[in-house]
């Protein structure tokens, strides 16, 4: 019972120890952080194929540079800046006003034509609600819009998205940091001017783990958008596709073509969405322009839905729970019925996975499958090796003797068959001795069949402690012990055998009040 309690203690700390390690080690293991991620992204689609986008989605126009408008304006990559100054003069009336108008460009360097810029320059300070985009390079410089945008617009924000390890963007920098503050991004600046916002005042709680945007007006609560502990980033909660924004082609709002409500008071996106341009990314969603990324955590802010994981502890103890759940079924049940369950118990976590995620919750279903999976396995192969070991043990119970331990007889006459044909194969010595208890027969009349017991058990256990791995000992008759000897001599024999006369000689034994004296004699040959 004890030995059974201190095993089932020793399966708790190991289940404790690698939970522990996974729940710590897991961002820096490739090999099992890419199918986490993998399988959030499953539940991310499974949601969007369920549910309806948000209403919001209606509140933003993408405005796409596609491959129509390059032929129409007659124009190849990169198109002039004066076509940009056409467009936001196309939306100035007061019909057609959007709240706010965030570019998916960097207008880096120059024209080659200085009229190109002013006249962008003049559209963007008449426009006074336009954010240009900015990016980092990969030194991490921050690559600016040439200084008359900067000064025309309403402000310019970071275009950059941080990729996972398996090179899918599912997370935003809503402030890249340094050890200061460096720049916003785009669709923070965007945000921040529709719902007129001191963004300049933000301030970071820690506590909350979360940026906090003060209002203008005193009297409307701060934005906050929470950020992960570590890397400051926030998760992006992609709630629908590219085809299901409203996505008007450049050319057409060059022409007047789009009717004014289609603008008006709407947060307007405009980039490129075509892969000639090498704009596409790889999303949990499936492939998409960068306008729809913004797009979706722009809803998550509007939303002020954002995908946030169940903290660690309680996973931890969610997992540590299922390991041992995992471990009793199997300990319990046959392997038929322990799979069964096992199965319902991930079955279970995966229904209450896919709930959690309508709540924007995302739990580590991939961790849970993986611990009672790997439970089941090697309680399965424990159980195996134990049937094994166990057969093993009482195969040799049925060839030992239960009261000294030594091999019975019948093995006794195989085993020396067998050492004597390896003998003479490998052309070495063996020997055989024997001892016999001196006056054993005459001690248990006296004293006793338990002190002869006792008597057998402490000759035997010398015999094991002082002989070599390879020796065979074994109970011949009563009061006789055989020891097969390989790779012994004759003269080998002799000194094995007084050193064992001599060590039981010397022993003392108490028992019931009394000191157990014993003596054995012994006689060896050498047989090969």
């Not at 057609?96 to 120059?110: E, H, Q, T, V, W």
């Not at 301030?203 to 950020?227: G, M, Q, R, V």
């Not at 073509?257 to 947060?267: A, D, M, Q, V």
């Not at 041992?324 to 038929?336: G, H």
């Amino acid at each position: 019972m004890k030995q059974r309690f201190i095993s089932r203690l020793i399966i708790l700390f190991c289940i404790i120890i690698l939970v522990s390690c996974y729940i710590s080690y897991l961002p820096k293991i490739r090999s099992i952080f890419i199918p986490y991620l993998k399988s959030t992204d499953l539940f991310l689609n499974f949601r969007y194929q369920h549910s309806e986008v948000p209403k919001t989605v209606k509140d933003i126009v993408l405005v796409d540079i596609d491959e129509d408008t390059l032929n129409n304006v007659g124009q190849r990559w990169p198109i002039k800046r004066d076509l940009y100054a056409r467009f936001l003069n196309n939306l100035l009336g007061p019909e057609y006003r959007p709240s706010a108008i965030a570019i998916d460009i960097a207008f880096i360097g120059k024209s080659e034509q200085p009229e190109q810029d002013d006249t962008l320059a003049s559209a963007l300070k008449a426009s006074n609600n336009v954010i240009l985009g900015t990016y980092f390079d990969r030194t991490g410089k921050l690559i600016m819009p040439e200084g008359i945008f900067v000064d025309s617009s309403r402000g310019f924000g970071c275009l950059n998205y941080p990729r996972d390890l398996d090179y899918v963007i599912r997370r935003a920098r809503a402030v890249v940091f340094d050890k200061r503050k460096i720049d916003y991004c785009l669709i923070l600046r965007t945000i921040s001017l529709f719902k007129n916002l001191d963004i300049d005042n933000y301030f970071y709680d820690e506590d909350l783990h979360a940026i906090k945007i003060p209002s203008i007006n005193k009297n409307d609560s701060a934005l906050t958008i929470p950020l992960e502990p570590y890397e400051k980033t926030t998760r992006v909660n992609y709630f629908a596709r590219f085809k299901d924004f409203k996505v008007i082609p450049f050319w057409k709002v060059l022409k007047n073509l789009e009717p004014p409500e289609t603008f008006k008071n709407k947060i307007v996106l405009l980039g490129t969405a075509t892969e000639l341009l090498h704009d596409i990314y790889p999303t949990p969603l499936g492939l998409m322009p960068g306008l729809a990324i913004n797009a979706n955590f722009l809803i998550s802010v509007l939303t002020n839905r954002y995908l946030q994981g169940v903290p660690a502890l309680i996973t931890w103890m969610i997992l540590v729970i299922a390991a041992i759940l995992a471990a009793s079924i199997t300990a319990r049940f046959s392997k038929l019925k322990s799979l069964l369950l096992c199965l319902g118990m991930i079955l279970s976590a995966m229904i209450t996975t896919a709930v959690l995620i309508y709540h924007d919750i995302i739990f580590d279903f991939f961790g849970f499958a993986l611990t009672v999976t790997m439970v089941f396995l090697v309680s399965i192969i424990y159980k195996y090796f134990a049937i094994i070991f166990e057969r093993m043990r009482l195969n040799k119970m049925a060839l030992t003797d239960p009261l000294t331990g030594a091999y019975i007889t019948p093995y006794f006459e195989v085993r020396l068959n067998s050492e004597i044909r390896n003998a003479k194969d490998a052309k070495t010595a063996l020997s055989l001795a024997i001892f016999e208890i001196d006056g054993l027969a005459e001690l248990v009349r006296s004293e006793g069949e338990l002190y002869g017991n006792e008597i057998m058990k402490n000759v035997s256990g010398t015999l094991k402690n002082n002989s070599r791995p390879s020796d065979t000992i074994c109970l011949l008759e009563n009061n006789k012990f055989g020891v097969i000897l390989p790779r012994t001599g004759l003269d080998g024999a002799k000194k094995y055998a007084d050193k064992i006369k001599k060590i039981i000689e010397n022993l003392s034994v108490p028992w019931q009040g009394k000191i157990i004296k014993m003596a054995v004699s012994a006689d060896v040959s050498l047989l090969s």
